[in-house]
DNA sequence: TTGTATGCGTTATCAT
DNA sequence: ATGATAACGCATACAA
């Protein structure tokens, strides 16, 4: 495979590469003749443009840097964030970008996020996950460089997040008029995320505004977002002499802990207690009982966040909201029981 | 944050941009003072090399291209490649090597995986899962290249992969030994993959070797990879007057399905059937029973793969062997029980 | 409408 | 040991 460029191309076609660079990026005046002719020509001999030239000379890279915290510890194991990355890295790649994970360490240099998608030339960032304690998370979204996130909420930061209040709200609803039940416990997750935080809110909020009685032994805290902070949690619930009725659950990762204790001490879910999660993680529907859960919908979370990106980049101009709200939906399966 | 580059900087220490681009480089001469002198310099104002002018010149670019076939439509969210990309991203990572997923599309342009890599100069690539129909692939491993692949084993491709052979083999040694139980089925994943196909190869020659009988209609086809096919495929196996003892199936994800398939029907496992699954994915614990499985440490086989193709790259002439085996370790869990 | 020249930030070859 | 200079492949302002 010979090496070719716009020069050995101009001196094929008998052009100047100025033309074909314009044929190439749409720009200028050429004839339609010229134009079309040195087009299919290139379709014919499949000449690419090489990136790196053009990004040394302009300062777009057609290329997203990711940010995927790995706080969790588990990266691209995570099985909600994991399917939110999935979706928005299709949808951008179909629209001709394509994704590189941002990371501290380049070649042997340490580098500030900013710093490092300066060097990129990223044409945005997206926040899978990030960490509120993160300085570089705060210069970069006080930078020009447009940023999403799916997960944090932060002034000057667009995100695409699930609707946490209104879906606790729709989950007591649900717990009150079709399970028919009002001693709803909670368990908490780690509130250094937003969206438990909001979960937890919400719940407070709409137990009292429903006027259902909150019961401050029938709230535990899981101290981590996976199974064993779940398992422990529930440990300290069923300290107390009553259960709750309904138990709802920051998030799906954490109801599979609760689930195996609760089937561990021989509580029957859910003739003894309901469960109600939160993500509809696709194990949810293979456990034993099957999770009733409140699912986030992880492809429009996904595209969402594409779109709202890609408009940034493309239309800086177009006002995009702060915070983009995205509808979850109530998932029924075995782990509750309507009345 | 004023714009800095190798003039810039020459002029602000007084020296020639070529001295500065050879420290940093490590090459040619350049005496033991300046070049700390420079360094200083150059970590005191964060100065980073543009990597596009640099790729633009050689033909590195600190870059590992990643292939990850979504044919099983899944991508990142396949609970078992996604871990072992996570673990290799890790270790590159850490080597100063980033990753970016292969597309074959590159803004407007459609292309192939070598003229991708060419394109971007990628060091080397990673296959995570790939098709086998894919002639984009024979025409990658045909190049100059490295490649290296955790899924495929093809000639002129160097793959690290879990030892099936000895993995099914100390399955069906721990069934005649611990559980005491000659009658072992099997649930045949698709023979597209490679991994599958050792898997049987492995079924029925163990099987001969240890004089235990074959009976084919303990042997049912699962046609996918997930959770569906698993539940079809042993509604196949309930067709019979009678099961088998132990139950081995291809993947932990099918196993899902098989174990709800006999929960469906009220079949005990592990009392009336025995089920030991493939790959220890998170879930296999959390499930109900939890599942016996040969687990793959994808750690050890993201990490073996990172190394393997860091080494091709950095020292093209050492030999590494065109397969490296992994070991793999029995995890018992529920749903089988020792004699 | 088309061609020419210059710069983008490096690396590498050659002088000095 | 150090400095000057020519590529690398493209985009673009300007000239023709």
Known sequence: MKKQNIYTLAKELDVSPGT???????TGKVSEATRTRILEYIEKVGYVPTMSARMLKSKSSKTIGVIFSEELNIGLEHPFFSSVLQHFKTYVENEGYELSFIVTKLGKNRLSYLKWCMNKKVDGVYIVVG???DKGIEELIGSEIPVVSTDMVLKGLKAVVSDNDHAVKSILEYSVQKLNKKKIGMVVGPQQSKAFEQRFNAYKKYMNAFNLPINEKHIVYAQGFGFTSGYQATLNLLGNEDLPEVLFVSSDEISLGV???FQDHKI???NQIQVIGF????VARYVTPSLTTMMQDRKILGETAAKTLLSMIENPDTEVPDVTLIDTKLIKRESTKEA
């Open 20 to 26: 074909i660079s314009k044929v190439l990026n749409n």
């Open 131 to 133: 960490n509120y304690n």
């Open 259 to 261: 689930l195996k204790a």
């Open 268 to 270: 029957d879910v859910p």
């Open 279 to 282: 993500d509809d993680i696709p």
